[in-house]
């Protein structure tokens, strides 16, 4: 098992910045990526930005050049968030993938952007 608790999020200005991070505890040898989701009102959740264990990064088209994802490739992977847009509005979510488990979830964090 994986457990993930994340930290951070809360309510900023369009064009304002927010950190969020998540630390995992459990079996984290066995993570072989982690990331963030995130999901608005009446959408589906979606991949934010997400990071391999070796460092290889992928993000979504819509916060590229944003939003930077990192880790200390152990247990804890942030996202920090730079020139936020209100469409940026959801809750986020820590996701944590093991090839043999499959995937662990946060418990989600608010993020508000207002404009």
């Known amino acids: 098992q994986v457990q993930l608790v994340e930290s951070g999020g809360g309510l900023v200005q369009a064009g304002g910045s927010l950190r969020l991070s998540c630390v995992a505890s459990?079996?984290?040898?066995?993570?072989?990526?982690m990331g963030w989701y995130r999901q608005a009102p009446g959408k589906q959740r979606e991949l934010v930005a997400s990071?391999?264990?070796?460092?290889?990064t992928n993000y979504a088209d819509s916060v590229k050049g944003r939003f930077t994802i990192s880790s200390n490739a152990k247990n804890t992977v942030s996202l920090q968030m730079n020139s936020l847009k209100p469409e940026d509005t959801a809750v986020y979510y820590c996701?944590?993938?093991?090839?043999?488990?499959?995937?662990?979830w946060g418990q989600g964090t608010q993020v508000t952007v207002s404009s």
């Open positions: 996701n944590a993938y093991t090839a043999r488990w499959g995937d662990y």
């Open positions: 459990g079996i984290i040898f066995s993570i072989n990526a």
């Open positions: 990071i391999t264990t070796g460092g290889s």
